[in-house]
């Protein structure tokens, strides 16, 4: 029920996933909600900067990759002088409808849309800054803050977008690069990295630590590494890098402490990404920053001041998209006292390189880790027939169950598709089903869904 | 408007729809050195090579280079060291602005307004750079867009004056402007097209003018004009007037906050210095 002792019963700040996932939720419980976003357009940086765009180029630069594979199909040369615009095309009308969607939505859940930077004035009271710089206060009784996580730029690395870029701004290159440096060994660097590789731009990808997304198990990231390699590019693992610079010419230089130096005519530094509070004056709430510079919060998304609730990146890992969005949805309903059941843990990662990686639930070395002895099943992509016909031969996928053989524990895996057929491990574990499923159930043939039939077989095999 | 004049308009008006407008041709070592810059394995000494061929433009590069925007410190005495030091981007700009020019046009009597336009469409070419920084949008885009985006004024000019003369026609000034200001970007479009820009900078020139276009080309444009806005307070600082230009829509275009702006106001002298250089 909403009351008139506020302008607004909920006021919700940023407009990504969590955001606007927050307000039609806090809108369809009758509350007068307004959701503030600091840029022109709605949608966040997952919209405008990350996800849509970056999956827009991977769908070209995979349409790129098969033609070249087919090449006796067509002889196929991307030219040297590929502007990057050619290569995002579909990107203008993907978001505009995009943002035509998401504006019809908050629209008709009768939301108030807001164009402004906000400043917390007090725990209650919201000032709003427009572009043109006029100001407005505005009382509110609950706060959702859910302004997402821009990159973080180390002190080393001068990004001046034009030689040096982030995340944010690799996009605006004009032309495809010869060569691109990638720092970083995370989601976006892996993401970024395949996809120009795949587009042929001569890729080198460094990180400190021996694997890409080291947080997958060795399996997964090996096949991903070996994938990237025979596409071309290069992996330096390992590496500390102390100095960027662009030699005033045309290279950026990267120059590792172990004395390796890297010459790429561009540079993305994708060190990872830290939360966007700045401006926000969170002290006058009564709020900080804990020591990771992210926004603490309880189980129920609060902060440390009652009224205010917190979802998406700003909060922390793992900073997905679809983790953002239920983040958001359940911020608002503990913010109004609405009973939901609690959020699963169980949520799928998804990583959109070339070939894709996805999991969901524990790694084996986190399962071994906590259970001992667990059972392992995998299954090769070139094992599958769908995988052979479609020429999709670079993955495998993993099934890792509990000591007996039959709690499903996570599922994981590499290669094109990965993405969506870790669905059905995924709702087996939901629905709490045995490894047993994957055999007793008839899938589609041919389909990469066979594989679980073969990763499950390899574990029923192993039973006592 | 004269029957006169409104005779000139029209002959002016086929000409731009028949595409008969005389735009000059890109020239060929701007060209050249645009497509070193681009080029994905040239290097610094065919971009030496290309600027020794033309020796005007070798001296010019090289007084640029030595000037004190660009190297305060140290006296540069080769192209091959010029283009170490400054960088195949930097240097590729200097010919492309030195190449393409005031002097490319033949306006009897408008030289100085000519040589104004010129001027102001280098230093808009390096605000946009800035703007677009800020933005994190592309830069090279910014430059070339803001470098072109008036190109048609003194295509257009030496139509008018063209016309006047073949039809004995003497036109005033306000006249000539008049039907400059009407038609240049028209022509600015057509130059741009022939000169085979990179398709973003065509587009982000089209849409100058152009309400219809996409979001991103939108923002180009935009590009342009916050960077043409700081151009003129750069140029005649005795107009400036702050809050005037906090205000200007163009802002919320770009998204820019006003503290946004003031950081990139503090770039004047430095934008300044750059425009001075790549004047001398």
Redesign the interface.
């Known amino acids: 029920m909403s009351t008139n002792e506020f302008d607004y019963d909920v006021l919700v700040i940023g407009s990504g996933p969590a955001g606007q996932k927050s307000a039609v939720q806090a809108a369809k419980a009758g509350q007068k909600v307004a959701i503030i976003e600091?840029?022109?357009?709605f949608g966040g940086a997952c919209v405008h900067?990350g996800t849509i765009p970056s999956k827009t180029l991977r769908e070209n630069a995979l349409r790129v990759k098969h033609m070249r594979q087919n090449a006796a199909l067509a002889d196929f040369h991307l030219s040297?002088?590929t502007?990057m615009?050619?290569l995002i095309d579909r990107?203008?009308e993907v978001?505009?409808s995009h943002d035509k969607y998401m504006r019809k939505q908050i629209d008709r859940n009768n939301i108030v849309r807001i164009h402004g930077?906000a400043s917390f004035v007090d725990e209650h009271t919201i000032k709003i800054?427009k572009?043109?710089?006029e100001t407005k206060n505005l009382s509110v009784n609950k706060i959702i803050i859910a302004v997402g996580s821009y990159p973080r730029k180390p002190d080393n690395i001068p990004i001046?977008?034009?030689h040096i870029f982030d995340s944010?701004?690799i996009l605006?290159?004009?032309?495809?690069?010869?060569s691109l440096t990638v720092l970083g060994g995370g989601v976006i660097a892996s993401e970024y990295a395949s996809i120009f590789q795949a587009l042929g731009v001569k890729v080198t990808m460094i990180d400190r630590y021996p694997t890409p997304l080291g947080f997958l198990d060795s399996d997964m990231t090996d096949t991903f590494v070996k994938a990237f390699k025979a596409m071309g590019g290069t992996w330096l693992g390992e590496k500390n890098v102390e100095k960027v610079h662009?030699?005033?010419?045309?290279n950026v230089i990267t120059e590792c402490a172990d004395g390796t130096i890297i010459t790429s005519?561009k540079l993305l530094c994708a060190a990872g990404r830290i939360a966007n509070t700045n401006g926000l004056q969170l002290e006058n709430a009564g709020l900080a920053l804990n020591e990771k510079g992210l926004i603490s919060v309880d189980d129920e998304l609060c902060t440390e001041v009652a009224n205010i609730y917190a979802a998406g990146d700003v909060i922390g890992p793992p900073s997905l998209a679809s983790a953002s969005m239920e983040q958001g949805r359940r911020a608002a309903s503990n913010a109004l006292g609405i009973k939901i059941g609690s959020m699963s843990q169980l949520i799928p990662a998804g990583i959109y390189s070339i070939p894709e990686l996805s999991s969901v639930g524990l790694t084996e070395v986190q399962a071994r880790e906590k259970y001992g002895n667990v059972l392992v099943g995998t299954a090769q992509f070139e094992e599958v027939a769908r995988g052979q016909i479609s020429g999709n031969t670079e993955g495998m996928l993993k099934i890792v169950a509990d000591t007996q053989g039959k709690k499903i524990l996570g599922v994981m895996l590499v290669g094109e598709g990965s993405t969506e057929v870790v669905h059905i491990g995924h709702m087996a574990m939901l629905a709490d089903q045995d490894v047993d499923i994957f055999v007793e159930s008839t899938f589609n043939f041919p389909t990469l869904a066979e594989a679980y039939r073969i990763a499950a077989l390899e574990i029923l095999a192993q039973r006592a | 408007m004269s029957e006169q004049v409104q005779l000139i308009e029209e002959s002016l008006k086929q000409l731009i729809n028949r595409g008969g407008i005389e735009v000059p041709m890109l020239p060929e070592v701007a060209n050249k050195a645009l497509l070193l810059a681009?080029?994905?394995?040239?290097?610094?000494s065919e971009m030496a090579q290309l600027i020794q061929s033309d020796q005007s433009l070798a001296g010019h590069v090289m007084r640029i280079a030595n000037s004190a925007a660009y190297t305060p410190l140290s006296n540069l005495v080769s192209l091959q060291q010029a283009?170490?030091?400054?960088?195949?981007?930097t240097i590729s700009e200097i010919a492309l602005t030195a190449a393409i020019g005031a002097k490319m046009f033949n306006t009897p009597g408008y030289e100085d307004y000519v040589s104004g336009v010129w001027q102001h469409a280098l230093a808009t070419s390096l605000w946009s750079k800035e703007v677009?920084?800020q933005c994190?949008?592309?830069?090279?885009?910014a430059f070339l867009a803001g470098l072109l985006h008036s190109i048609g004024r003194p295509a257009v000019l030496q139509t008018i004056l063209d016309l006047a003369k073949q039809e004995h026609i003497e036109l005033s000034d306000a006249d000539v402007h008049q039907l400059e200001n009407t038609y240049c970007y028209q022509v600015s479009k057509a130059v741009v097209n022939r000169w085979k820009m990179?398709?973003?900078v065509i587009e982000a020139i089209d849409s100058y003018t152009d309400s219809r276009s996409?979001?991103?080309i939108e923002n180009h444009a935009a590009q342009i004009i916050a960077g043409s806005k700081f151009a003129n307070n750069m140029l005649a600082p005795e107009n400036f007037d702050r809050e005037v230009l906090?205000?200007l829509p163009v802002?919320?275009?770009l998204?820019?906050?006003?503290d946004e702006v003031e950081e990139l106001l503090t770039k004047t002298d430095s934008v300044a210095q750059r425009l001075e250089g790549l004047s001398s």
């Open positions: 600091r840029d022109s357009l900067k040297e002088e502007e615009v050619t990107l203008d978001l505009k930077r800054t572009v043109g710089g001046d977008h034009e944010d701004s605006s290159m004009l032309y495809l690069p010869s662009w030699d005033g010419i045309s005519q | 681009q080029s994905t394995d040239s290097d610094a283009i170490a030091r400054l960088g195949m981007a677009a920084r994190r949008s592309n830069v090279e885009v990179p398709t973003l996409s979001l991103a906090l205000g802002f919320e275009t998204n820019l906050y006003q």
